[in-house]
């Protein structure tokens, strides 16, 4: 099983990336799907979720700038970051939890400059 993000990068405050994640070795659409992000000195926070039947969740933090969407036929789930604010700026990982065990993917960093 593997996790793979992509589409991180430097934006100005105020701009948007839409980053992805793509599952291999899993049927993907039977597992809910979860975007964390890790700032520079600080712990691993969850930011949302979506599950298998396609419901969505967010951290109140990013309520109204994240949206969280997958696409069970390509086998991927994506994090629109919309109005990107410079306490963005962090390691976004995908993750889901396979057969009782955590499967998280290399991180995509985000830096947002202000």
């Known amino acids: 099983v593997q996790l793979q993000a992509s589409g991180g990068g430097l934006v100005q405050a105020g701009g948007s990336l839409r980053l992805s994640c793509k599952a291999s070795?899993?049927?993907?659409?039977?597992?809910?799907m979860n975007w964390y992000r890790q700032p520079p000195g600080k712990q691993r926070e969850w930011v949302a979720g979506?599950?298998?039947?396609?419901?969505?969740n967010y951290v109140d933090a990013v309520k109204g700038r994240f949206t969280v969407s997958r696409d069970n036929v390509r086998r991927m789930s994506s994090l629109q970051i919309d109005r990107l604010r410079p306490e963005d700026t962090a390691l976004y990982f995908c993750h889901t939890r396979y057969s009782g065990t955590d499967v998280w993917g290399r991180g995509t960093l985000v830096t947002v400059s202000s």
């Open positions: 979506i599950t298998s039947g396609g419901s969505s």
């Open positions: 070795g899993i049927n993907f659409r039977l597992y809910d």
